[in-house]
């Protein structure tokens, strides 16, 4: 009687490298198919998707959905509540924010972002903590002069891209502030990992290491843009 052929695989494997090598093997084999199994899919279809997939949001509910080509773009017309996250990011070379206008916005930690949020129907601020986004009080005049004189602030897709504005160097003299007009998914990444790696009540080196690789990919990703317009970095 013919063996069948994993059995056969099996048996000269076990045979050829010992009883407990071969037991070592297979208990790596079985983890490489378990996390083959754990792979990501699409939210609509549960087609498998890849690590650097689209996303859709729900404006209403600010939810995020993990989606495939092909339901992002079905999902994403007009008509449906879902909008698609673009993928630009853009960092300014000369972005105009004092001191002053950043503490008039009001945001307890020299990190945020901002949104238009049409459900809203208005700019929104949040801030990333260790228990995740929590939302800060906008005075919209003060948003108002900041946009008056970044006039790219007005070309921000409606839900779907935000003003990241990291100050923290900035503020302990050791590096420039930094700004970017990212995808609104970018954001929710930040605040995630931040709420994943902090640790007591500084949050701990592995946080600010984690936040440091971040903005060293953003860096990598945007596009710089100057008064005179967008250059390539």
Known sequence: MHLPLYKKVDRELMMSVGQTDYESAFGALRRFVRRKR???RCEMCSAEVGRDHPHLIEPASRKLLCTCNACTILFSGSGTKYKRVPR?????ADFHLSDGQWESLMVPINMAFF??????ARVVAFY?????????????????DIEQENPV???????????????V????????????????????KLVGLIRANW??????TEVWQ?????FDGLKQRATVVSEAGPCLN
């Open 38 to 40: 754990n792979v990501e």
């Open 169 to 188: 160097g900035h503020s302990r003299g050791f590096g420039a502030a930094e700004y970017y007009v990212l995808p609104i998914d970018e954001c929710y």
């Open 199 to 204: 640790r007591g009540l500084s949050g701990g």
């Open 115 to 120: 949104f238009h949020s049409t459900p809203d």
């Open 210 to 214: 984690e936040i440091g690789k971040f």
């Open 128 to 144: 990333p903590s260790p228990a995740g986004a929590t939302e800060s009080l906008l005075p919209l005049e003060t948003w108002a």
């Open 153 to 167: 602030l007005k070309e921000m897709e409606r839900d779907v891209e935000a003003l990241l504005v990291n100050r």
């Open 88 to 92: 630009r990011v853009l960092s300014f």
